[in-house]
């Protein structure tokens, strides 16, 4: 299965132009995914205070393996939270540099509520694909921490219980983030042509130090990825110059070549 790249994605002319889907999700399988256990936590998890998070990681399945990520309130003051990893997995699926994630998202409602997608390995390589707080009901983030550049996007089709299609292209030289269809973030900075890290899905709880915790009568809150897939850039087969009248040769480059793009919009991150 294949499709024309995204603009941005390819940053020299003649190099490859569409991607075959390389990974797509089944949040059940046990093959791919690991549930309730991640190395971007203290010693694998449960817990992980020092980042802000009410988490207490757990394998049940009601939590993660339908697509629905949950959230529920323990009587010791944590939250029973579901997070999805492919690290530690039998496939061990890590994304590359080039590589297109797409995925289908709906935005959960409730005050504390912190859902994410994003990459990691090796304490570092973190990518996110997106984070969502309803505190701010249109603000959505995307975040390179491999090379230091974010965008806080405001978008009137962001707000609590909204769907939204992402985009993220991990490109050498640049990283670019899609929303609906429409891109709103490039960061000219990209993940270099070695990276290449393990996804990460969950639902986190935020303990209250830069977003608010959970009001006091909010047992439960969830949100939902009804599709995850990653594309992989694939060479496109070369034919043979053709010889002009002239004795010459055409060009075996398409003569609109994508080239990178400027981000849409002009909003910026808050100092």
């Known amino acids: 299965m294949t499709e024309p790249s995204p603009a941005g994605s390819v940053p020299v002319p003649g190099r490859p132009l569409s991607t075959q889907v390389v990974f797509t999700a089944d949040f059940a399988s046990p093959t791919q995914w690991v549930a309730g256990h991640s190395w971007a936590y203290p010693d694998g998890g449960p817990v992980n205070p020092g980042n802000d998070k009410l988490d207490y990681l757990v394998a049940d399945a009601e939590y993660s393996r339908s697509g ?33 994630l797409e995925a289908r998202v709906q935005l959960p409602t409730e005050i504390g509520a912190w859902p994410a997608i994003w990459t990691w390995r090796d304490g570092d390589q973190e990518i996110d694909v997106f984070e969502y707080h309803p505190d701010n009901p249109d603000l959505i983030e995307f975040t390179n921490h491999v090379r230091g550049t974010n965008r806080y996007h405001h978008d009137e089709a962001v707000r609590p219980g909204a769907w939204v299609d992402l985009r993220t292209v991990f490109g050498v ?52 990825v009804s599709s995850l897939v990653v594309r992989r850039p694939v060479a496109m087969p070369t034919r043979p110059p053709a010889t002009t009248a002239a004795g010459g040769h055409e060009s075996t480059f398409p003569a609109d070549d994508h080239q990178p793009g400027a981000a849409s919009g002009t909003d910026t991150a808050p100092s």
């Open 173 to 224: 030289r640049s990283v670019d983030w899609w929303l609906n269809g429409r891109r709103v973030f490039t960061d000219g900075r990209g993940v270099g042509r070695a990276w290449h890290a393990f996804l990460i899905v969950n639902l986190s709880v935020c303990a209250g130090r830069y977003h608010p915790a959970p009001e006091p009568d909010t047992t439960e809150m969830w949100y939902e």
């Open 68 to 100: 629905v990520f949950r959230a529920r309130r323990r009587v010791d003051g944590w939250w029973n939270t579901g997070l999805l990893t492919t690290e530690g997995s039998q496939e061990g699926f890590t994304v590359r540099a080039g590589d297109v």
